[in-house]
């Protein structure tokens, strides 16, 4: 059983910056594959974001991709999105998930365990 927890949500500017962390109970980190999606309202969950276990490999979505940063430190048991340039479109709630897949996984179906999620908000 893995508990992911978030942080960092909120109300930036457009051009703002935010960091996300999610931090995970559990002693098999470095394990699992971490991911992050967002759903803005009326909207599917949509991937953002995933990073391998061990290998720390990383695959982006195209609509993110050169803004945002993922990275994890498995000896805090916690992956991090940075978010950079942010766009009114970015608006979402943003979930950490974890999956039992050693490589990335894009779909939510492929992750087990999921956070309550945080708000970011960019004004335009």
């Known amino acids: 059983q893995v508990q992911l927890v978030e942080s960092g949500g909120g109300l930036v500017q457009a051009g703002g910056s935010l960091r996300l962390s999610c931090a995970a109970s559990g002693r098999t980190f470095s394990s699992y594959g971490m991911g992050w999606f967002r759903q803005a309202p009326g909207k599917e969950r949509e991937f953002v974001v995933g990073i391998s276990g061990s290998a720390g490999v990383t695959y982006y979505a195209d609509s993110v991709k050169g803004r945002f940063t993922i990275s994890r430190d498995n000896a805090k048991n916690t992956v991090y999105l940075q978010m950079n340039s942010l766009k009114s479109e970015d608006t979402a709630v943003y979930y950490c998930?974890?999956?039992?897949?050693?490589?990335?996984?894009?779909?939510?179906?492929?992750?087990?365990?999921w956070g309550q999620g945080t708000q970011v908000t960019v004004s335009s």
């Open positions: 998930a974890a999956t039992y897949y050693s490589r990335v996984r894009r779909l939510p179906g492929e992750y087990a365990y």
